[in-house]
């Protein structure tokens, strides 16, 4: 199946709208953007950078993306997005790139843990417009840089 322009703009939003919901800590409607049944599956950085955790569900989905909150601050950059039709309509595979930056620390040893990661979704468009019912998170790489100042949420 392809996708429409109007499909692949959605799809975009909705990735947007995941990356904005984790920045601006609204976890439960980042957990809304899921199917009912969906899975996330994440690492658990730095001991292993390929997905070993799977969560199930939106209550599950949401406890698991809160886990950004222990950081000071977050800036998810999607860098890249490639779309396809999945094997029938109302399916479609998304291949996202993202530089996900976490800041904590206090004022005289403030950090940047950077991950270069890339998301592999499927979604499903029902009733309520497009939702992501798989999401594998992968990371790529990981570096730790000093920061001079950060602005507090």
């Known amino acids: 199946m392809s996708l429409t322009t109007l499909d692949r703009l959605a799809l975009t939003d909705l990735v947007h709208r ?19 049944t969906a899975e996330l599956a994440v690492p658990d950085p730095p001991a292993t950078l390929e997905p070993v955790h799977r969560h199930h569900g939106h209550r599950a989905i ?15 950059a999607i860098v890249g997005e490639v779309y396809d039709g999945g094997p029938h309509p109302g399916v479609a595979r998304g291949r996202i790139a993202c530089v996900a930056h976490h800041w ?49 949420s």
């Open 18 to 36: 995941y990356a904005a919901g984790l920045d601006d800590r609204r976890f439960d409607a980042v957990a809304e953007l899921f199917t009912d």
């Open 104 to 152: 904590n620390g206090e004022a005289d040893r403030l950090t940047d843990v950077v991950w270069h990661l890339r998301y592999d979704d499927e979604y499903q468009r029902g009733d309520g417009g497009w939702r992501i019912a798989r999401r594998i998170l992968t990371i790529n790489a990981i570096e730790t840089r000093p920061v001079r100042r950060l602005r507090r």
């Open 62 to 76: 949401a406890a698991a993306v809160a886990a950004v909150a222990a950081m000071a601050r977050t800036e998810h």
